[in-house]
Nanobody
Framework: EVQLVESGGGLVQPGGALRLSCATS????????MSWVRQAPGKGLEWVST????????AYTDSVKGRFTISRDNAKNTLYLQMNSLKPEDTAVYYC?????????????WGQGTQVTVSS
């Protein structure tokens, strides 16, 4: 079965750092674009970052650029998000997303999320 399991969230003070992990199984990890998406309290889903599978490039939403770094270890089928200089507005549930991209079939998978709380 397909599994995406996020971990690494927690409570941190402003300016602190966390490293999120998304351990996956049940699909061909290297063939999927991997993303982090978050949902802040009272708000909708917000795309954070993507590590594309076709060319190995990355992208970030403006609010986290320069502070967050996405990476992936294909040998371990794991996606990471290094979060530095955290701000209270980063408080959210962070979800891991796998997307096969366009083709004859499309598959998209989600993890259960991990809570990140940035507060003094």
């Amino acid at each position: 079965e397909v599994q995406l399991v996020e971990s690494g969230g927690g409570l941190v003070q402003p300016g602190g750092a966390l490293r999120l992990s998304c351990a996956t199984s049940g699909f061909t990890f290297s063939g999927f674009g991997m993303s982090w998406v978050r949902q802040a309290p009272g708000k909708g889903l917000e795309w954070v970052s993507t590590f594309y599978s076709h060319d190995g490039t990355t992208a970030y939403t403006d609010s986290v650029k320069g502070r967050f770094t996405i990476s992936r270890d294909n040998a371990k089928n794991t996606l990471y998000l290094q979060m530095n200089s955290l701000k209270p507005e980063d408080t959210a549930v962070y979800y891991c997303n796998a997307d096969s991209g366009y083709g004859m079939s499309w598959n998209e998978y989600w993890g259960q999320g991990t809570q990140v709380t940035v507060s003094s």
